[in-house]
Structure formats: structure tokens, C-alpha cells
């Protein structure tokens, strides 16, 4: 899901050879020096999957840019603004694979009106025409209606693998043409959408004489579904690894599913509690068993409603965590030797409650979890000293996203700015590629990480700085920053103007809430004509020229056409 | 309870100004009832501060008991972030949790409110757009459809009736109207100091009669109806309606408890 942990699974490597004229018939031709150069070329390529490699080959001359655009079978597309379906189509004409994303992060978190756009219909109805043999789609926070989720399970008869992230526009009428029509389907995974509830029992929709699933993940489904018919669908689903359950699954059910597919190496759990239906007295079922039988689990999540007495049930396997105490964090750190990724949300994402995890469980992680590579924590306090500790311990960290969720909140023991933790974090931490900021920070923060953040390529910064050198520190420092989100912090136009030299290098810079000025935004628009400078009203504002966010990113088309009112692109 | 002062009841002072109203009702303009209720929309907490001067000033803690906290989940609205409230202010989009965790975590048993809290939860009905309102040293919550009103003012006002028992002591026959929207129920009561009530889901009291009969009655056929549609057992299910009493003895009776999942 994310780029900076790479794990995007290798895509198939096309292994159709293309025909050379047979030396042994009549007819023979040799074929000219540049067609065997380009057979070659085209048959070594097939090998070459990274898409930063592949854009570097396009560069050598024009015969390796067409070997190169016949041969790429997997289409990243990190900003659907940023090139046209029908550009896309025209120079890459097999595509089997497509990586498609839209809104930028903040709007997860409403920052953004409704209806801003990034629509997946211009896409899919090029694509249903251009590539017969695609295969996989994987959209992250696009607006995908129902009906083109049935041209794509029209369009695509080979057609394997639907992710879709943090999507919204679709409903369980869209799952249940995916599910009946699309025969090869391996994975269906639905990770924090919005799906909303037409009353269809998608789940009954799958083929009935068995599956090729190997992935099916449903948590964010509100709705209830037919427990009876997952059940049989997962007993027809012999290649079943991974299965998130929703909500709505009781630990009886999740028991019964367990019995029924031990190779599972995914499992996200539902509820993890007990439905009141179950009537008194019945005898409880043996969750020990049915997790232990479960050998190859390396991945359990979900747990929303735990009962504490079915926990020892799972000790032995975790990887990722949701919302635990520091003493829970140090139980951790004392065992998971191993851990990669762990992620700390909070149970009450409020400012100012009282939150179980502090310093204390940061700490504790990284003198026990050294191998640690990305760690999203949410806590209420946080010291210079804990963050110090992580940057020596964890020498590998890849993603270092610390959320202090007091804003301004200093360092709660010495009451000095979060400056030298974060500082910390990007001096020692040499393969750090995306970094998130909290806290009480001033324009030190930001000349630590343009002085030390020579990879970070994404940054989140809130509530942060004094003044524009801040930003200007990160402009001029970081080069290879392609996202930057920036929120409700007193960077202003001198700011925006130092990063005049870079902004054509990066996906995107969203600034909302800061001190920009139309006249500042539009300058920008006026130095740069391939980039569009987008800035968003809050829909109650009256006055035409005040607006609350920036958006500006490159693109090659110009500025879209399918704009709202409260978007206008300078 | 609210003091007992015996005061004249005045209509509250509303100084608008003072009411900083910061919410959109949910549904947007033109969006139907039943889209609001299907889809989860862009779910938000936020502090809704209306700040009701009653009667009288010399109020000693009167602010408190006053204020009415309003957050409401489920809005589609955007709001701007708010600049002039410390501390207890919510800002749109922090911290940065997405909305389908929030609700995740908040489906949590016992998580909902803590004490002295004030909390609004919305109840998807059919055309209406529920939401349960407390008040601080209040004996029992309220539910107020918002599509009742139209303007913040009107709000405002309903709300300050709703509560204004509380603030200014006994309430005689003319507030108890007021409360009640059945007119069976006053008749049972006119000349009782009692009131039903029933607990929710979440441990909260509830006075009886805001929720139209109807509305309730077509609630639970609904269900009945979604679950045979479905040919399946959903999950969601609901415990028998308990045997309504009026016990002359106790200050408060329970009418019925439901339990949804």
C-alpha cells in the first residue's frame, strides 16, 4: 500500500516471445540490424519491472522508448491529474496491471469538500476498449461508482485482482457484479472504503462451483453479510491465504471460518466477541485449537470489540497492532524481536483525553524492536529523549510518522520544542524516506530535515514552524521530496516562491490553512504552465477570493475539466 | 435538577452572538433522508457550543448546568478550524484518524461517554435525522429530530425549551406539555411528578415520547422486513419490549429497553 515500504507485489512477467522470421524456410530475411536490436531489447526488458528503471530506459532514444513502452505490462499512475486515460493508452499499449491514485492524504481526514473529483470512469472506459487483458486494478482514494465497476467486470474477461484504498462511490451492487462476472478472480481486497448498502448479499454472488480467491478482505463493510453463504464460499475457496472479516462476524463465526480454511496466513479477525445469540450454557469453542491449528498465520488484525478473556488464544503470532498501553507496548518490545512495521492508533482520538501511550511505550520499542522499519504512533506526550532513543536503536527505519496529538504540545518533561527529536530522527536514521511531525516545533525542526532528510521523499507537517525560512529549509534542503502536506502552519508566499526550482519534481504540495495569498498562488501558476495550481474554497465561503487550501501538482493535460464550483485552478 | 429559584420563567436571552453555532446539518441541501441514513458520509465530531443565558445572571454555576454540548458524528458538512476556543475545541481532521477507524474504535463497549460528558449520537431513522442531547445535571437525555427545524435559532430555541425545566425548578402542567409529544402520555401524567424514561444502548436515559410512535413502530418493521428480504440472520436483534409499569413509588419507570448491535 505504501511506496516507501515497496509492497507492491511483483506484477507477472509477460513471457510471449515475439516471432523472428524462421531461418529454415525458403522465404528467409535476415532482418535489419535495428528490428533484431529492438527483438532483443524487448525481450530483455520483459525483465525489467521497476518503474523508475523502465522510466530511465525510456530516456536512452526513441527505439528503446518504444521497446521499452510495448513492454511495460504494469501502469503506475501516482496522480490521475497528472496524464490523460487517452495519453496513457496511446504509448503503452499492453498494459495488464494499473496503479491508479487520486485524492491527496488530507482529504482523508475531511479536509477536503466532497465531489473535488478524481474519477475512475474517463480510466476505466478507456481502458475497456485499449486493454482487453488487463488484469489487475488497484485504486487508492478514487471515486469508483457501481457502474464502473460492471464495465470492468464486462471489459475484462481475464481479470484478477480489484484493490481498492480508500474508495468511496461504489455499493454492495458493485461487489456483486465483480463477484459473479469476473470468473479469475484471485483477490477482491477492500481496504478502509466507503461501500454503501444496497441490500444485495454480494457474498452469495461468487462462483458456485468453486473459486480461485486467494484474498478477500471486507472490514470496512458496515453492513451485515450472510454469514452461511461466506462460510460455504470459503469452503469452496481451496486457495483462500488471506480473509479479513467485517464487524459483523462474532468469534463463534470467525471459529467456525478458521476450522474451515487452516491455511490461512492473513486473518482479520471481525469482532473478536461474542454474539448474544449464543444461548447460555453451550459449550464454548476451542479457540486455542482452532488458532494453533492455523499454522502459517503470520498477519492478525481487526479485534474491535475484545473480550479480554479470548486473548491468550493468539499471543504467539502478531505482527501489526491497533491500540494498546505502554505496558502492552513493552510486552511487545520484550517479544517481537523481529517486528518491521507497527502502527499505534489511539482508542480515543480525541486532543485532550487521556492517552495510555506515551514515551514510555516508544522507549521500550526501540530498545527491543531494532529491526524496526515503519512506525505510525499516535500518543497524548512524547519527550525529545524517547524520539532520540529510536533514531540510535532503529537504525533502519524507512517511515518514521510520530503524531503528538496535543498540538503545539512540547516536550513534557523538559518543556523545550520537539526540534532535537526530529532532528535526531533525520540525522541518524540514513535510509529515512518519509517522515510525519508533531508537536511544538520552530523553523529548527525544518533546517534539521533540509540539512539531514536527503531521501525523504514524503513529509506531513502540522501545526509546525514560525515563518517561512521553516519551509524554505525543507524546499531548498530536500531533493527528493515528491509530497509535501502541509496544514495550519505560518508558511506564506516568499515561502511558496523558494520552491519554484523543485515543484515540477514533485507528485504534489498541498498547503491548507497556512498564510497564503491568491496573489501568492497565482504567481506560482504563472511561472510554471504545467502545473496546476489548484485552490479550494470551504463551501460556506462567500467571498470568491479567500480559500482554505493549495493543491498544485504537474500534469500534462492542462487543467481538468472536471472541476467543481469550489475549485479554481489559476 | 436545576436550582430552585421559583423565578418567573423568562424566554432565555438568546444573545446570538454568543451562540457559536458551527454545524451544517447533515443530509447537505439537497441529499434524501434515505442517503443519509445508507452511506456513512463523512463522519466529524465537533463541539457544537450553545451558550444559553437563562433568566436570571448571579449564576453561580449556572454556566455550566447551561451549556449544552452538542457533538454530532456522521455530518456531512466541512467545517473550518476554529481559532478561538482553547483547549476542549475539536479542529476538523485531527488528529489525523480516518473516519472509518474513529467509528471502528467508537463501536467499542464503554467507550462512547465518560462522566460529565456530553455526547450526541445520531440515530438513523427513516426521514428523520435524530440526535440525542444531554445536558449536564439533567436526569435524562432528550432526542431532537433536526430536520424539525430549519434555521439555528429555531434550534436553539427548541433545545432551551427542552431543557429549561431543569434550570428554573418545578415544572408545572404548562412544561410538562412542552416535553411531551403524545398527548396520551400527558394525560396519563398531568398531576404526576413522574416522567418515563428508558435506557439505550449506551446506558443513557432517555425520555419517552421524543421518537415519533410511528417512526418506532416503522423502525422495527423495517428490521423485520431487511431481515426476511435477506433470508438470513443478520446479527442485529432485539429484545423483547418489556412490560411498561408506572410504579407510584419510583421517580422514574422503564418503558422499554432496546438492545441493536
Given at each position: 500500500?505504501?511506496?516507501?515500504?515497496n509492497?507492491?507485489?511483483?506484477?507477472?512477467?509477460?513471457?510471449?516471445?515475439r516471432?523472428?522470421?524462421?531461418?529454415?524456410?525458403?522465404?528467409?530475411?535476415?532482418?535489419s540490424?535495428?528490428q533484431?536490436?529492438?527483438?532483443?531489447?524487448?525481450?530483455?526488458l520483459?525483465f525489467?519491472?521497476?518503474?523508475r528503471?523502465?522510466?530511465?530506459?525510456?530516456?536512452v532514444?526513441?527505439?528503446?522508448?518504444?521497446?521499452?513502452?510495448?513492454?511495460?505490462s504494469e501502469?503506475?499512475i501516482?496522480n490521475?491529474y497528472?496524464?490523460?486515460?487517452l495519453?496513457?493508452?496511446q504509448?503503452?499499449?499492453?498494459?495488464?496491471?494499473?496503479?491508479?491514485?487520486?485524492?491527496?492524504?488530507?482529504?482523508?481526514?475531511?479536509?477536503?469538500?466532497?465531489n473535488w473529483?478524481?474519477?475512475?470512469?474517463?480510466?476505466?472506459?478507456?481502458?475497456?476498449?485499449?486493454?482487453?487483458?488487463?488484469?489487475?486494478?488497484?485504486?487508492?482514494r478514487?471515486?469508483?461508482?457501481?457502474?464502473?465497476?460492471?464495465?470492468?467486470?464486462q471489459?475484462?474477461?481475464?481479470?484478477?485482482?480489484l484493490?481498492?484504498?480508500?474508495?468511496?462511490?461504489?455499493?454492495?451492487?458493485?461487489?456483486?457484479?465483480?463477484?459473479?462476472?469476473?470468473?479469475?478472480?484471485?483477490?477482491?481486497?477492500?481496504?478502509e472504503d466507503?461501500?454503501s448498502d444496497?441490500?444485495?448479499?454480494?457474498?452469495?454472488?461468487?462462483?458456485?462451483?468453486?473459486?480461485?480467491l486467494?484474498?478477500?478482505?471486507?472490514?470496512?463493510?458496515?453492513?451485515?453479510?450472510?454469514?452461511?453463504?461466506?462460510?460455504?464460499?470459503?469452503?469452496?475457496?481451496?486457495?483462500l491465504?488471506?480473509?479479513?472479516?467485517?464487524?459483523?462476524?462474532?468469534?463463534?463465526?470467525l471459529?467456525?471460518l478458521?476450522?474451515?480454511?487452516?491455511?490461512?496466513?492473513?486473518?482479520?479477525?471481525?469482532?473478536?466477541?461474542?454474539?448474544?445469540?449464543?444461548?447460555?450454557?453451550?459449550?464454548?469453542?476451542?479457540?486455542?485449537?482452532a488458532?494453533?491449528a492455523?499454522?502459517?498465520?503470520?498477519?492478525?488484525?481487526?479485534?474491535?470489540?475484545i473480550v479480554?478473556?479470548?486473548?491468550?488464544?493468539i499471543?504467539?503470532?502478531?505482527?501489526?497492532?491497533?491500540s494498546?498501553?505502554?505496558e502492552?507496548l513493552?510486552?511487545?518490545?520484550a517479544?517481537?524481536k523481529?517486528?518491521?512495521?507497527?502502527?499505534?492508533?489511539p482508542?480515543?482520538?480525541?486532543?485532550?483525553?487521556?492517552?495510555?501511550?506515551?514515551?514510555?511505550?516508544l522507549?521500550?520499542?526501540?530498545?527491543?524492536?531494532?529491526k524496526?522499519?515503519?512506525i505510525?504512533?499516535?500518543?497524548?506526550?512524547?519527550?525529545?529523549?524517547?524520539?532520540?532513543?529510536?533514531s540510535?536503536?532503529?537504525p533502519?527505519l524507512?517511515?518514521?510518522?510520530?503524531?503528538?496529538?496535543?498540538?503545539?504540545?512540547?516536550?513534557?518533561?523538559?518543556g523545550?520544542?520537539?526540534?532535537?527529536?526530529?532532528?535526531a530522527?533525520?540525522?541518524n536514521?540514513?535510509?529515512?524516506?518519509?517522515?510525519?511531525i508533531?508537536?511544538?516545533?520552530?523553523?529548527?525542526?525544518f533546517s534539521?530535515?533540509?540539512k539531514?532528510?536527503?531521501?525523504?521523499?514524503?513529509?506531513s507537517v502540522?501545526?509546525?514552524?514560525?515563518?517561512d525560512?521553516?519551509?524554505?529549509?525543507?524546499l531548498?534542503?530536500?531533493l527528493?521530496?515528491?509530497?509535501?502536506?502541509i496544514?495550519d502552519?505560518?508558511?506564506?508566499?516568499v515561502?511558496?516562491?523558494?520552491?519554484l526550482?523543485?515543484?515540477y519534481n514533485?507528485?504534489?504540495?498541498?498547503?491548507?490553512?497556512?498564510?497564503?495569498?491568491r496573489?501568492g498562488?497565482?504567481?506560482i501558476?504563472?511561472?510554471?504552465?504545467r502545473?496546476?495550481?489548484?485552490?479550494?474554497?470551504?463551501?460556506n465561503e462567500?467571498?470568491?477570493?479567500s480559500?482554505?487550501?493549495?493543491?498544485?501538482?504537474?500534469?500534462?493535460?492542462?487543467?481538468?475539466?472536471?472541476?467543481?464550483?469550489f475549485?479554481?485552478i489559476? | 435538577?436545576?436550582?430552585?429559584?421559583?423565578?418567573?420563567?423568562?424566554?432565555?436571552?438568546?444573545n446570538l452572538?454568543?451562540?457559536?453555532?458551527?454545524?451544517?446539518?447533515p443530509?447537505?441541501?439537497?441529499?434524501?433522508?434515505?442517503?443519509?441514513?445508507?452511506?456513512r458520509g463523512?463522519?466529524?465530531?465537533?463541539?457544537?457550543?450553545?451558550?444559553?443565558?437563562?433568566?436570571?445572571?448571579?449564576?453561580?454555576?449556572?454556566d455550566?448546568?447551561?451549556?449544552n454540548?452538542?457533538?454530532e458524528?456522521?455530518?456531512?458538512a466541512?467545517?473550518?478550524?476554529?481559532?478561538?476556543?482553547?483547549a476542549k475545541?475539536q479542529?476538523?481532521?485531527?488528529?489525523?484518524?480516518?473516519?472509518f477507524?474513529?467509528?471502528?474504535?467508537?463501536?467499542?463497549?464503554?467507550t462512547?461517554?465518560?462522566a460529565?460528558?456530553?455526547m450526541?449520537?445520531?440515530?438513523?431513522?427513516?426521514?428523520?435525522?435524530?440526535v440525542?442531547?444531554?445536558m449536564d445535571?439533567?436526569?435524562?437525555?432528550?432526542?431532537?429530530d433536526l430536520?424539525?427545524?430549519?434555521?439555528?435559532?429555531?434550534?436553539?430555541?427548541a433545545?432551551?425549551?427542552?431543557?429549561?425545566?431543569?434550570?428554573?425548578?418545578?415544572?408545572?402542567?404548562?412544561?410538562?406539555k412542552?416535553?411531551?409529544?403524545?398527548?396520551?402520555?400527558?394525560?396519563?401524567?398531568?398531576?404526576?411528578?413522574?416522567?418515563?424514561?428508558?435506557?439505550?444502548?449506551?446506558?443513557?436515559?432517555?425520555?419517552v415520547?421524543?421518537?415519533?410512535?410511528?417512526?418506532?413502530c416503522g423502525?422495527m418493521?423495517a428490521?423485520?422486513?431487511?431481515?426476511?428480504k435477506?433470508?438470513?440472520r443478520?446479527?442485529l436483534?432485539l429484545?423483547?419490549?418489556?412490560n411498561?409499569r408506572?410504579?407510584a413509588?419510583a421517580?422514574?419507570?422503564?418503558?422499554?429497553?432496546?438492545?441493536?448491535?
Amino acid at each position: 500500500m505504501s511506496e516507501d515500504r515497496n509492497e507492491m507485489p511483483e506484477p507477472e512477467v509477460d513471457t510471449r516471445r515475439r516471432e523472428i522470421p524462421s531461418i529454415l524456410t525458403s522465404e528467409f530475411q535476415s532482418p535489419s540490424p535495428d528490428q533484431v536490436l529492438e527483438n532483443v531489447l524487448e525481450n530483455v526488458l520483459l525483465f525489467l519491472t521497476s518503474r523508475r528503471d523502465r522510466n530511465a530506459v525510456s530516456l536512452v532514444c526513441k527505439s528503446w522508448y518504444r521497446a521499452e513502452a510495448l513492454t511495460r505490462s504494469e501502469l503506475f499512475i501516482g496522480n490521475c491529474y497528472a496524464v490523460s486515460p487517452l495519453r496513457a493508452i496511446q504509448r503503452f499499449r499492453r498494459v495488464r496491471s494499473l496503479v491508479l491514485k487520486g485524492k491527496p492524504r488530507f482529504a482523508d481526514f475531511n479536509l477536503m469538500p466532497p465531489n473535488w473529483g478524481a474519477y475512475f470512469t474517463p480510466w476505466v472506459t478507456a481502458m475497456a476498449t485499449a486493454y482487453p487483458w488487463l488484469e489487475k486494478v488497484y485504486l487508492k482514494r478514487m471515486f469508483v461508482s457501481d457502474g464502473d465497476l460492471e464495465l470492468l467486470a464486462q471489459s475484462f474477461p481475464a481479470f484478477k485482482e480489484l484493490v481498492l484504498v480508500c474508495c468511496e462511490g461504489f455499493g454492495t451492487n458493485g461487489l456483486a457484479v465483480i463477484a459473479s462476472k469476473c470468473r479469475q478472480l484471485r483477490v477482491l481486497d477492500l481496504i478502509e472504503d466507503e461501500v454503501s448498502d444496497d441490500e444485495v448479499d454480494w457474498i452469495s454472488c461468487f462462483p458456485e462451483n468453486g473459486t480461485n480467491l486467494e484474498s478477500l478482505i471486507f472490514d470496512c463493510i458496515e453492513w451485515p453479510i450472510n454469514f452461511e453463504a461466506l462460510e460455504r464460499l470459503v469452503a469452496r475457496s481451496p486457495s483462500l491465504r488471506k480473509l479479513r472479516l467485517n464487524r459483523h462476524v462474532s468469534i463463534e463465526q470467525l471459529y467456525r471460518l478458521m476450522i474451515r480454511a487452516p491455511q490461512l496466513t492473513h486473518l482479520g479477525s471481525g469482532s473478536f466477541s461474542s454474539s448474544d445469540i449464543v444461548a447460555q450454557g453451550d459449550q464454548e469453542p476451542d479457540y486455542v485449537s482452532a488458532f494453533a491449528a492455523c499454522k502459517s498465520l503470520v498477519c492478525l488484525s481487526g479485534f474491535r470489540e475484545i473480550v479480554p478473556d479470548y486473548l491468550p488464544a493468539i499471543y504467539p503470532i502478531f505482527w501489526v497492532l491497533d491500540s494498546v498501553c505502554d505496558e502492552g507496548l513493552q510486552a511487545v518490545a520484550a517479544t517481537c524481536k523481529d517486528l518491521r512495521e507497527l502502527r499505534v492508533f489511539p482508542i480515543d482520538a480525541r486532543e485532550d483525553s487521556e492517552g495510555p501511550v506515551s514515551e514510555v511505550g516508544l522507549q521500550a520499542i526501540s530498545e527491543g524492536c531494532r529491526k524496526l522499519e515503519s512506525i505510525l504512533y499516535f500518543c497524548q506526550r512524547m519527550t525529545n529523549a524517547a524520539v532520540i532513543a529510536m533514531s540510535k536503536n532503529c537504525p533502519d527505519l524507512v517511515v518514521f510518522r510520530l503524531c503528538i496529538m496535543g498540538r503545539h504540545q512540547p516536550d513534557h518533561v523538559t518543556g523545550e520544542p520537539m526540534d532535537e527529536g526530529f532532528g535526531a530522527i533525520v540525522m541518524n536514521c540514513k535510509k529515512l524516506t518519509r517522515l510525519a511531525i508533531s508537536g511544538l516545533l520552530t523553523d529548527k525542526a525544518f533546517s534539521y530535515i533540509g540539512k539531514y532528510g536527503k531521501l525523504v521523499r514524503t513529509l506531513s507537517v502540522a501545526f509546525a514552524g514560525d515563518s517561512d525560512t521553516g519551509l524554505k529549509y525543507v524546499l531548498e534542503g530536500c531533493l527528493k521530496l515528491q509530497k509535501l502536506e502541509i496544514r495550519d502552519s505560518p508558511f506564506g508566499d516568499v515561502a511558496l516562491r523558494s520552491g519554484l526550482h523543485h515543484y515540477y519534481n514533485m507528485r504534489f504540495l498541498w498547503m491548507s490553512s497556512c498564510r497564503l495569498s491568491r496573489q501568492g498562488c497565482e504567481e506560482i501558476a504563472r511561472a510554471m504552465p504545467r502545473l496546476m495550481v489548484e485552490v479550494i474554497r470551504n463551501e460556506n465561503e462567500q467571498a470568491k477570493d479567500s480559500f482554505e487550501i493549495l493543491y498544485l501538482y504537474r500534469s500534462l493535460e492542462g487543467p481538468r475539466n472536471d472541476a467543481p464550483e469550489f475549485v479554481t485552478i489559476l | 435538577m436545576g436550582s430552585m429559584h421559583g423565578e418567573e420563567r423568562e424566554k432565555p436571552d438568546l444573545n446570538l452572538e454568543a451562540t457559536e453555532l458551527r454545524l451544517g446539518l447533515p443530509g447537505g441541501g439537497g441529499g434524501g433522508g434515505s442517503e443519509v441514513v445508507k452511506k456513512r458520509g463523512f463522519s466529524e465530531t465537533v463541539d457544537l457550543k450553545l451558550n444559553l443565558l437563562s433568566g436570571k445572571e448571579g449564576g453561580h454555576g449556572h454556566d455550566h448546568g447551561d451549556q449544552n454540548k452538542v457533538k454530532e458524528k456522521n455530518s456531512n458538512a466541512r467545517l473550518p478550524s476554529c481559532n478561538n476556543d482553547p483547549a476542549k475545541t475539536q479542529v476538523v481532521g485531527w488528529p489525523p484518524v480516518r473516519s472509518f477507524r474513529k467509528n471502528m474504535l467508537a463501536g467499542q463497549k464503554g467507550t462512547s461517554s465518560g462522566a460529565g460528558e456530553e455526547m450526541v449520537e445520531k440515530t438513523t431513522s427513516f426521514n428523520a435525522a435524530f440526535v440525542k442531547v444531554s445536558m449536564d445535571g439533567a436526569p435524562y437525555l432528550r432526542k431532537v429530530d433536526l430536520k424539525m427545524y430549519s434555521t439555528y435559532r429555531d434550534l436553539s430555541n427548541a433545545l432551551a425549551n427542552l431543557f429549561s425545566s431543569f434550570t428554573i425548578g418545578n415544572c408545572g402542567s404548562q412544561g410538562m406539555k412542552d416535553f411531551m409529544n403524545e398527548s396520551k402520555l400527558m394525560d396519563i401524567l398531568s398531576g404526576f411528578d413522574y416522567v418515563s424514561t428508558y435506557e439505550d444502548k449506551d446506558g443513557d436515559w432517555m425520555l419517552v415520547g421524543d421518537v415519533p410512535w410511528d417512526d418506532v413502530c416503522g423502525f422495527m418493521q423495517a428490521l423485520a422486513h431487511y431481515e426476511r428480504k435477506r433470508g438470513y440472520r443478520t446479527g442485529l436483534h432485539l429484545e423483547p419490549w418489556k412490560n411498561a409499569r408506572i410504579d407510584a413509588e419510583a421517580e422514574t419507570t422503564t418503558a422499554c429497553s432496546f438492545d441493536l448491535h
